[in-house]
């Protein structure tokens, strides 16, 4: 059983809990996944490492309420435990493999949008750690659901914020931003980690094939098992089909077929649909699932 | 009761058209009367053939001396001094290429049903909670078992039962592998066979810690340096999906059969209590024949659909136990053999739509002996199916031996382990079944778990 110390909510349906898993804590490196299953009969739910305390044994998870599963998790409080928690899984991220003196020639810029704000956070705390400034752009389609704003200032060298309606920093999308960024201030950038919905990784991804910048995105495919087994997690990268749980979540982005990736993830929208409703609408479930009569 | 010497007592399954559509097992088992009646015929040989054919060894006529008797305490107790897994092999084992195949009897009319008399053994100690003999001392020694499949759950017992102190560690939420995941509920029941018999493993005093992603969350060489243990099996199981690598193989609607049956059976998907959804599919093509090509065939027509096995090559060459084919058979699933696909038609929303095949003829035989399939020019059709389901076997996963110095691997990624002691290229480090062999089934899973832990009691125990 894994006890849940501490639950915040952010905004927008998003949560975050801090999870007791003294063996995932231990070990898990940002980039990495973790697997949560509520309960006796409940989904086996993929979600990115956000942070981790090694002393404390905790590992910091954060999801938005999507379907009838996270609306259950978010239901969870302080005290409560989950089932089975297992992790890390995945490979961490490939910055990690470089020596801090290649890091050091690097020129990074993240890039987040909404819930994937959350895993881009410990690789810049990591990168804060060794010693590596970074420049961070979120991107978000209005003020009120901005995610780890405050957080992410303290550790990004320089952290800008994209509103598609202009209500807060610089009105645009998170490619309006890396364009004013990169043509008009002139910054210059060696590589591009863009973690986000698959719709705003496939165009930073596009942008920056033609800006001949060097992306890597994180996958978060449909998963079951999420070690190997089954394969649900596949994706098209280059002229190879890729499994995310094992030889990702991260690939490079100029290379990824997005667009089988979104229709993959589609798969289940109808289930998930009627799932939530059931959830939602309990004993007075009146209709509009298209399965009852 | 009667008993014609010559021909086995007849075992009672669900009518064909009622199984078709439910969950429970298909195989119903004798009763007291029946597995009594069919123990008389063992001839008690004096140099018993039945025994060499069995990989774990068990002293057949042994048991079913006992049982003929009417003893059927005793009966159990001589087989779980072999097998920790009775009542998983009763049922999933091919006796009729085993320990059935070389039974005298079998020469002159039908072999002793040995593995319906197992699992009546099995069943009938789990009802009176009649459990294996613990250990009477432990010795001090500490063990690690990584995956809690056949493979594992047979060393930790063995282990277990000669006094070492064992931990299994499985990265699922569920013990049991392939037990749990694969193989379906009416083909071997969860909560009263596997669990029940995964409880036997546990009474000897072995622990089961889920969740763990060795090779992830610790490695072998942290258990061994830092976590105290003194010496590893790794029983970590088959590993990746093949797919065949035809256009549209990515669609919604093509899965491996891992994927399907891990649904299923693991998630429970077939059971609207539980949360993980399954696509069952109206119109199914199941690609392969073998047993788990067979699992998720008759899985999906018990989800409610019309079900195909493709198979390329001819009834003869396919790889699945007689037995479930002629189930898969009696319950409705058309077989397409000499089939292979060539594509996947997929329509805008990335949805399946059909499968173009092309017709196989065989030719002259090819490293297997199996004559080699070769396509007839000309002869592509369109099967249309909305549900394709991959079920081509699996390469090994590499969490282990990537994380781990010194395990040597073979050519196929498999990790490489002596036959007799399942020693790896690694000190103090063993393994065996799939991750050793590449997929193959329980019982050979179950024989290297044993003489694994063979191998281990003779280093630990100098």
Known sequence: ?293 | MEVDVLKRVPVREQEPKVRAANFDEVCLGYNKEEAMGEATRCLQCKNPQCVKGCPVNIDIPGFIKELAEGKVGEAYQVISRYSALPAVCGRVCPQETQCEAKCIRGFKGDAVSIGKLERFVADTAAEEGIQPAKAEKMNGKKVAVIGSGPAGLTCAGDLAKLGYDVTIFEALHKAGGVLSYGIPEFRLPKDRVVDKEIENVKSLGVKIETNVVIGKATTIDELLNEEGFDAVFIGSGAGLPKFMGIPGENANGVFSANEYLTRSNLMKAFDDNYATPIAAGKKVAVVGGGNVAMDAARTALRLGAEVHIVYRRSEEELPARVEEVHHAKEEGIVFDLLTNPVEIHVDDEGNVTGMTCIRMELGEPDDSGRRRPVEVPGSEFTLEVDTVIMSLGTSPNPLISSTTEGLETNKWQCIVAEEENGQTSKAKVYAGGDAVTGAATVILAMGAGKAAAKGIHELLSK
Not at chain 1, 20 to 43: H, N, T, W, Y
Not at chain 1, 251 to 263: I, N, P
Request: hydrophobic share 40%; aromatic share 8%; with cysteine.
């Open chain 1, 1 to 293: 059983m894994y006890k849940i110390l501490k639950k915040e909510y952010l905004a927008n349906n998003i949560w975050l809990m801090d999870v007791e898993a003294p063996r995932v804590a231990k070990s898990c490196l940002p980039g990495q996944f973790v697997i949560v299953k509520m309960d006796e009969k409940g989904e086996r739910i993929p979600l990115t490492v956000c942070d981790y305390d090694r002393e404390k044994g905790t590992v910091t998870i954060v999801f938005q309420v999507v379907g009838a599963s996270t609306k259950e998790m978010a239901e969870y409080e302080v005290g409560e435990t989950f089932m089975d928690f297992v992790g890390p899984l995945g490979c961490p991220s490939e910055l990690l493999e470089l020596s801090e003196e290649e890091l050091k020639k690097e020129k990074l810029l993240f890039v987040c949008g909404g819930v994937g704000t959350a895993p881009v956070y410990p690789q810049v705390k990591w990168m804060k750690e060794h010693g590596i400034d970074v420049d961070v752009i979120i991107g978000a389609r209005t003020k009120d659901i901005l995610i780890l704003e405050e957080p992410m200032k303290k550790i990004a060298a320089n952290l800008f914020i994209a509103t598609d309606d202009g209500s807060y920093g610089f009105k645009g999308n998170a490619c309006d931003q890396i364009n004013e960024l990169v043509k008009n201030q002139g910054k210059e950038y060696t590589r591009v980690i863009a973690i986000g919905p698959m719709i705003m990784m496939k165009f930073v991804a596009l942008l920056t094939k033609e800006l001949n910048i060097k992306t890597i995105v994180s996958m978060n495919p449909i998963m079951v098992d999420g070690t190997g087994m089954c394969g649900a997690c596949r994706l098209q990268v280059g002229d190879k089909v890729k499994f995310a749980c094992v030889d990702g979540p991260e690939f490079d982005g100029h290379l990824v077929d997005f667009d089988q990736a979104m229709l993959r993830q589609r798969m289940y929208k109808t289930e998930e649909g009627r799932a939530m409703l059931r959830v939602q609408e309990g004993d007075t479930h009146h209709g509009g699932c298209g399965q009852c009569k």
